[in-house]
Nanobody, 116 residues
Framework: QVQLVESGGGLVQPGGSLRLSCAASGSILSIIVLGWYRQAPGKQRELVASITRGGEANYADSVKGRFTISGDNAKKTVSLQMNSLKPEDTAIYYC??????????WGKGTLVTVSS
């Protein structure tokens, strides 16, 4: 089993920046993909960014050029640097992992609010 804990959310003005972090514990050697999802009020949960063990990153079109996903070599942590934030980025952000068996783990989420 994998346990995930997010941190770094908060209130920020439009155009500002935040850095989210996710700490992983448990059976982390089985992880093949790490990612960040978000869910805004009244909206479906969507993939924001993901990264593989080989370091290949993928981003939603809405955040390309603004967000950067990164992790350490052991995949013990994964971060999401968010720049040029917009009000539409407001959501609960969830850390996520996929293992070699196709199973997913989720954190409890951290709230990001972009407002003036």
């Amino acid at each position: 089993q994998v346990q995930l804990v997010e941190s770094g959310g908060g209130l920020v003005q439009p155009g500002g920046s935040l850095r989210l972090s996710c700490a992983a514990s448990g059976s982390i050697l089985s992880i093949i993909v790490l990612g960040w999802y978000r869910q805004a009020p009244g909206k479906q949960r969507e993939l924001v960014a993901s990264i593989t063990r080989g370091g290949e990153a993928n981003y939603a079109d809405s955040v390309k050029g603004r967000f950067t996903i990164s992790g350490d070599n052991a995949k013990k942590t994964v971060s999401l640097q968010m720049n040029s934030l917009k009000p539409e980025d407001t959501a609960i952000y969830y850390c996520n992992t996929e293992d070699v068996f196709g199973m997913y783990a989720w954190g409890k989420g951290t709230l990001v609010t972009v407002s003036s």
